[in-house]
């Protein structure tokens, strides 16, 4: 991976990190959800007319990719409706990367060296470990909380496969990315209005402030992402995405006070590891 796409995508795994650390909103997550993909959205639809457009033979796989981000977002949801926060989220973001690089060869036709597959797995192993160790138990996770878990990992693996190939029949990144998040809001919103109603967006309106934010922050990261999927093996740029859990665990330990256990400190050596050895 060039030097200046890795750079980038660490560079997004921190915006990626940043904005969830922003999102302390006291809102429900379906609320938050919906708000991050309404407000990426507003921000998208102005750029618009000056990016390069996507060549019409990527538009399949930007409707592919808007079906696929809804469906990750209504299968996040309902996971962690059934299963806490600690569990869910390594697992399904642990596990997407390793998805990707299973299929790298045979799907996308990228077959990855044994040595840029330890890094993966290093880096997706580390991810479950952070999480899962400093949380509940894995073996007293709800039956239907890791069914959608699972099918939240197995949505991101798709999108991002998706999203990388899409990109570059796209010819443009920028142009793809942003029609995508419009596309993706439409479809959160409709999915609102079905469960909620018109007030779907009515308890996320006072938070408004850290939204913008957070959702600017969010799109930035996955802008970055994309044009990393046009320029690197989509399987190294999925896992490199994910050591946006090391921001996150620094953050927390550094400005919120949490403590570094033994089992943090494996899994960031873990995935510290697996950044190394994708450099080599």
Not at 40 to 54: D, H, K
Not at 117 to 131: E, P, R, S, Y
Not at 133 to 143: I, P
Not at 209 to 231: D, E, N, P, Q, T
Request: glycine content about 12%.
């Amino acid at each position: 991976m060039d030097t200046l796409v890795f750079a980038a995508v660490l560079a997004a795994a921190f915006l990626h990190a940043a904005w969830n650390a922003a999102l302390k909103l006291g809102l429900d997550r379906f609320s938050s959800v919906i708000l991050l993909a309404v407000v990426q959205a507003l921000i998208a639809i102005p750029i618009l007319p000056f990016v390069e457009q996507p060549l019409w033979a990527a538009w399949p796989w930007i409707l592919a990719s808007i079906a696929l981000h809804v469906g990750y977002k209504i299968f996040l949801i309902n996971a962690y409706q059934y299963g806490d926060l600690s569990q869910v989220y390594p697992l399904a973001r642990g596990s997407a990367p390793l998805l990707v690089a299973i299929v790298s060869g045979p799907v996308i036709g990228e077959p990855l060296s044994p040595v840029a597959l330890f890094a993966t797995f290093a880096i997706g192993c580390g991810v479950m470990l952070m999480g899962l160790k400093g949380g509940a138990d894995l073996g007293r996770m709800n039956g239907k909380a890791l069914a959608y878990a699972l099918g939240t990992a197995g949505f991101t693996a798709s999108y991002t496969i998706v999203d990388g190939m899409g990109a570059r029949v796209a010819q443009s990144p920028s142009g793809f990315i942003l029609w995508m998040v419009v596309g993706d809001a439409v479809g959160m919103l409709i999915y609102g209005w079905i469960l909620r109603g018109p007030g779907a967006l009515a308890g996320s309106i006072g938070a408004w402030r850290i939204g913008i934010a957070a959702g600017a922050m969010s799109l930035g990261s996955y802008w970055i992402a994309v044009w990393a999927f046009a320029h690197a093996p989509i399987a190294l740029v999925a896992a490199l995405r994910e050591t946006s859990v090391l921001f996150a665990v620094l953050l927390a330990v550094v400005f919120l006070g949490e403590r570094a256990t033994r089992w943090r400190i494996l899994a960031a050596a873990a995935i510290l590891g697996g950044v190394v050895t994708m450099r080599l």
